[in-house]
Structures are given as C-alpha cells and as structure tokens.
C-alpha cells in the first residue's frame, strides 16, 4: 500500500512539475517557442503596393476587425471599445499606424506571432478575447496584406486601456494555464478529400471569419468548442442573443435550405424566408456583404456541409398536453392584433420583406431566448447594397401573461411543437 501510496505522489508531483514548465513557457516569452518566420511583404518594403492593401483590406472587412477595434463615435480602427467577456471587460486596441500608442513600430514578424500565437510586440500574453484560437489559422501571407492596409490608415494617437478582468483571471499565471490547457498554435492545412471552393470556405469560417468564436458553446474557463458541435451556440456576452448553432437544423435553418438563400442572408442580411437581426446584422453589415460571391459561396459550401445530429423523428413530443386552451386563445388573438398584418395568417410572412415564422427555428429552438427578444426588442435587419432600406420590427412591451401566451401559441402553431412557455420563463429570459 505505502509503494503505491509513494507512486501516486510521484505521479502528482510529475504532473504539476509539467504543468508548472508548461505555463512557466507561456510566461517566458515567445522567442524560445517561435522562430522568426520567414519575411514577408512588410519586410520587404513592399507596403505601398496599392493592390496588396486593397487586398489587407478586403481581408479586413472578411474579418471584421473593425466591430471591435472602433470605439461608436471614434475613429475607424483606433481601438477603445469594450469587449466583454464573463470575466471582466477587455478593450480592443489601437490598430492604426501611430508609433506611440498602435502599430506604427511593428515587424511583419510580431504582427504575425500576434495573430498566431496571442502574443503583443513585447511577448506580453493577449487574452483569447482576441480570437487567435481562430487567427492563428491565417497564412502569413494574409497577415502581411492587413498589417500592409492597416498601415495605410490615418494614424490616431489613443493611448490602449488595460483589460479589467477579476481575479484570478487577472493574473499571467492564470492566462498561461489557460493557453497551456486550451491553445495550441496552428495553421490552416486543407482537405484533400474536399475540392478548393470547400477549403476555402473553411478557411474563412475558421480563421478570419472566427465564426466559433459566438455560435459554438464555451465551457466555464470560456474556451470555445467547434462548429460541428450540436448543442447551441454561446450566449453573447452583454446581449441578450444567443448565437445558434450552425451544425444543428433546428436552431439554423438557412445552413440547412437552399445554399442561394444561405448566400443572400449573407450577402444583404434577408432571404426569401430568414433574416438577421441584433448582433448577426453588424456582421452583415460590417463584414460579408463586402464579400465576394465566390468567398460566399464557398463559405456556404462549408458550412452546410458540416454534420447534422441524428434524426429524432416526427411525431408528437407530448408538449401538446402541457398547453392550456385558454393560454392558446389569448395567444392567437394577440398574433392576429400584433403580427398578422405583416408575417401572415398563416405565418407565410412576404419573401424577401417580412420573414416567414411557420417552421422558423427561431420560434421552435428549445432556448426561446431570441424569440422573446425579437418580440419584446424588435429590430432592423442590416442595411446593405442589396438591401438598401429593409423592413423593421418594433418592439412590443407586453406584460409577461401575454408576452408567455404569444410565445406559446407560436411555439405550438402550423404544426410547431416546442415546449410552452411561462411568465416564469418571461421573467427569466426578459
């Protein structure tokens, strides 16, 4: 008994000596862990080439790194902006090209190891807030054209502002253990089984496009999962959306239909049956719109190809039993006053203005999180090029014995059945 008593302590003690050079590592400094990558365009002084900076700038937009990295009201890309996260608040930096306070006196090295591997100019841990999980995928080649186009910009002196995290999640120590059990640098490494429009499509879902980063679950130290993953997506951190999962049916129905409306609803922010509202229709507007239609494309060749959870089959759910008649008459009748003139009596909604809410998987998610907030909050699908003056919804201030019995009655219509909901869940979900 004492020999394995004596074994387990040893194994222990290994196993904290490992994790303890794992984040001591982290801590040291990046130029043990990454080699000089090889130069790139910003070193060989190729910066004023105009089509490498349209190009930084394409790749930019692909990105939407200006969502975060411009504060409302301030300039474009000179950082401010508060992201927040359930450990505290982290704000985005100063990405122009001012020496003293943004990336004026950066090497197309550092820009490079920030994106592939979370680390500042002076070797200084970034918290994963920045999503270079997602952008450690990015070619070297892609890093150098946006360092090359963020270069461009008008430099804006604006000093950065530290992160305000709480403890422990404050401390170096802390984003080491994280980065040690949760990141490894990567790079993108194309299927050969699948054809060059797939790969790219994956290329941009999951690097620049860090589409994981809000519609795949996290666990409780904020890691993000995969897209494949069927369970819902995150709830966005200071909103009140959550972001679906796009590998499940059921709570995205435009990465299941036609890949032409999957392609509109990015293009323009509205399909013939879905659109975008809240957090999706500022990357809409921000972002995929000034894609190109092949990148579209191959972004909805993608993403509809990835795995479907098993079917469950068809039938009733016994969700039919729990619904009272008189909370079904009071929600038709507050559908016929609020909702019938514009998404139907039938909930056909009109293509391409108001969106269809029979057999929407925004009304049936089993987490009715954005359906009350669609109702209570309304919106305004993105403006775009090919959706120039959309259509919006005001939002309705309904007590929550209404609020409960609208959302119920639209939850068991045109053959839906997802479960009921309550004032209870009207409180909680308000």
């Known amino acids: 008994m004492r020999r394995h008593v004596k074994q387990l302590f040893a194994g222990a003690l290994l196993l904290v000596a490992l994790a303890s050079a794992v984040v001591w590592r982290n801590l040291e400094g990046e130029a043990e862990l990454l080699p000089d990558p090889p130069p790139g365009a910003t070193e060989a002084g190729d910066l004023a080439s105009a089509s490498l900076i349209a190009r930084g700038a394409y790749l930019a937009r692909a990105g939407n790194c200006a969502a975060c990295h411009t504060e409302r009201g301030g300039a474009a890309y000179a950082g401010g902006r508060g992201v927040e996260t359930p450990f505290g608040t982290v704000y985005a930096g100063n990405l122009t090209p001012d020496p003293a306070t943004g990336l004026g006196r950066w090497t197309g090295a550092e820009f490079w190891r ?3 591997h979370g680390r500042s100019r002076d070797g200084r841990l970034l918290t994963p807030a920045f999503p270079y999980p997602n952008f450690t995928l990015v070619t070297r080649a892609d890093a150098d054209a946006l360092l090359a186009f963020l270069r461009s910009l ?14 422990p999640f404050d401390s170096r120590i802390a984003l080491a253990l994280w980065r040690a059990l949760y990141f490894t640098p990567g790079s993108f490494r194309p299927d050969l089984r699948q054809d060059a429009e797939w790969n790219r499509g994956a290329y941009l879902v999951n690097g620049l496009g860090h589409c994981s980063a809000c519609h795949a679950a996290r ?39 036609p890949r032409a409306e999957l392609v509109a609803l990015l293009k323009t922010g509205q399909s013939a049956r879905s ?7 500022e990357v809409v507007a921000g972002s995929t719109q000034h894609l190109s239609d092949a990148d579209l494309q191959a972004m909805a060749s993608y993403l509809q190809s990835l795995p479907r959870p098993p079917a469950t089959g068809q039938g009733d759910s016994g ?3 729990e619904r009272r008649a008189d909370t079904l008459a009071r929600g038709a009748e507050l559908y016929t ?4 003139d514009c998404h139907g009596a039938q909930g056909q909604g009109a293509p391409g203005i108001y969106p269809a809410l029979a057999g929407n998987p925004v009304v049936t998610m089993a987490e009715a ?9 309304g919106g305004f699908p993105p403006g775009t090029a090919g959706n120039p003056r ?3 919804m005001p939002g309705f201030d309904l007590p929550h014995a209404d609020l409960a019995a609208l959302t119920t009655w639209l939850r068991s219509a045109w053959t839906h059945d997802a479960s009921p909901l309550s004032e209870v869940d009207m409180l909680r979900l308000r």
Request: charged letters at 10%.
């Open 114 to 116: 920030a994106l592939h």
């Open 154 to 167: 008008p430099p804006v002196v604006r000093a950065n502002r530290a992160a305000a995290l709480h403890w």
């Open 219 to 257: 666990n409780l130290l904020g890691a993000s999962g995969a897209l494949a993953d069927h369970d819902a997506g995150s709830r966005l951190p200071g909103q009140r959306w959550l972001a679906p999962s796009l590998a499940n049916p059921a709570e995205s129905g435009a990465v299941s239909g």
């Open 275 to 281: 659109a975008v509202l809240g957090p999706m229709a």
């Open 319 to 321: 969700h039919a039993t």
């Open 337 to 340: 006053r609020h909702c019938a």
């Open 369 to 377: 999180r954005n359906l009350v907030q669609a109702i209570t909050a």
């Open 390 to 392: 959309p259509y919006g």
